[in-house]
């Protein structure tokens, strides 16, 4: 665990959260309409909007360490296809990734000795980035709970150009 600590942002966000009610205005609906989801990395340096162009309403954006098809965004995008309308997926995996920097078994035996537990879900860590995201597009394309497979692609955005390559099976 760290040993450093900043003072707890929470009461800045939350008084600019009371600001953004005199601004906001919902959006009608939760299908977007771009009919797109998006699955990528937690990275704060990942600006979805600006990279393709979006507003609010536009897609469905999922969002986890590392940009991993695990279950749970297996769950999330048959949620968004069977039940909001996308039928197109983007993933979006990016070069200088945290989950680049550690192995499986090293965060586990790290957890395990601070807390006594293994956690019993996996870290999901890689040292190809190229290849992590063929083996989430192809997880998306075996998933019998997706509907919508004909539009998978899988893009690797570079942090320190801000360029977007595309990867193929």
């Known amino acids: 665990m760290s040993d450093d600590f900043t003072a707890p942002q929470t009461p800045d966000l939350i008084r600019h959260a009371e600001a953004f009610t005199e601004k906001y205005s919902p959006y009608d609906t939760p299908k977007p309409r771009r009919k797109v989801t998006v699955v990528t990395c937690m990275d704060a340096r990942l ?14 954006l999922i969002r986890n360490a590392g940009g991993v098809v695990t279950d749970d965004v297996i769950r999330s995008l048959a949620i968004s296809q069977r039940k909001l309308g996308t039928n197109e997926v983007l993933l979006v995996h990016h070069t200088d990734c945290g989950q680049l920097t550690y192995s499986d078994d090293e965060l586990r035996d790290e957890l395990l000795s601070e807390t006594g537990y293994k956690p019993p879900w996996s870290p999901e860590s890689f040292s190809d980035l190229e290849a992590d995201l063929k083996q989430s597009m192809r997880r998306v394309l075996a998933s019998p709970f997706l509907p919508n497979k004909q539009l998978v692609r899988g893009f690797i955005f570079e942090v320190e150009t801000g360029k977007l390559r595309e990867v193929e099976l």
């Open 47 to 60: 600006d979805l909007f600006g990279l393709f162009g979006l507003e609010i309403g536009d897609a469905h």
